[in-house]
């Protein structure tokens, strides 16, 4: 059985989740969030993008003001300007974001391989030089060829990266599928990994549990499921899920899951917990 060291999880509600179609939370309601993710047990933290200009740099500075037992972690995409945005809040944890996928590459970039590997480098030297520790992303794993995203993962292990993102960006995975590829990558890469699941077939959650069954280490989630299209896999879920059917229990602080649940609830509108029974067993 699994120790607390080998498993954790990774909270992206104040990214992705804000990524929700209809939801935009408030400064005040963003600092509940992390207060209660912090109190609740959660250690990693994604508290936003600074890149997207002063106000929420202006925010990100007050959480990094709080006394938090977390790490909290800025977004970034592999580019000079988001870093620098990033370290004048203050962050040490700087997550670089890249697509990996061919597809993406060649479409949304227009670029090719060696444009990204050379344009990671690049920003991964410059966070490096200047005392940050990073975390990569590769975007579209899912879709991307096994061998260049580990490609990209003994890159960023050359810059003393602690672990790197496995992105299913577009919800493709299915949980058989999922196994097979992270047995297969957990064998051969450089670095820990961490699996961020999309919930566009319904499937982020036991995606997520597949991850955990393979060795994955971390997986990303967010309060009540929320984020980008149709969401993520949900914190509250994945937790009780590991507890109950895998007897992996997370030090965490059922009360404040259940206070954050109902937080995250207010602030976007919608009531989730009476249609999750994973949710609805706290209350």
């Known amino acids: 059985m699994r120790t607390l060291q080998q ?40 508290a936003g993008i600074p890149a997207m200009g002063e106000m929420e740099q202006r925010l990100l500075k ?33 997550h670089v974001s890249v697509p990996v996928s061919d597809f993406n590459i060649q479409y949304k970039l227009k670029r090719d391989r060696a444009w990204v590997l050379s344009r990671l480098e690049q920003t991964l030297q410059y966070v490096k030089a200047n005392g940050g520790v990073i975390l990569l992303g590769a975007e579209d794993a899912s879709r991307a060829d096994k061998e ?14 602690i672990r790197i993102r496995y992105a299913d960006t577009v919800g493709c995975l299915n949980p058989f599928r999922a196994k097979e590829e992270f047995d297969y990558l957990v064998k051969r890469c450089a670095l820990p990994i961490e699996f961020h699941g999309h919930n566009d077939f319904g499937m982020a959650m036991a995606n997520s549990v597949a991850a955990y069954l393979s060795g994955i280490e971390f997986v990303s989630a967010t309060s009540t499921g929320i984020g980008e299209r149709a969401g993520n896999a949900c914190l509250e879920e994945m937790v009780n899920t590991l507890d109950k059917l895998y007897g992996y229990h997370m030090d965490i602080q ?12 207010r602030a976007s509108g919608r009531k989730i917990y009476k249609f999750k029974p994973a949710i609805g067993m706290m209350a």
């Open 7 to 46: 498993f954790d999880l990774v909270d992206t509600t104040l990214r992705d989740g804000e990524q929700t179609a209809g939801i935009v939370f408030s400064a005040e309601e963003k600092l509940n969030i992390v207060r209660t993710l912090s109190d609740m047990g959660i250690h990693w933290i994604e």
């Open 62 to 94: 007050e959480m990094l003001g709080m006394k938090l037992n977390t790490n909290l972690i800025a977004w970034n995409r592999a580019v000079i300007e988001d870093v620098d945005s990033s370290m004048r809040c203050g962050f040490s944890y700087i």
């Open 148 to 161: 260049f995203f580990l490609r990209i993962a003994e890159l960023g292990y050359q810059y003393n990266a």
């Open 254 to 265: 059922t009360e404040k899951m259940n206070q954050l649940t109902r937080t995250v609830e």
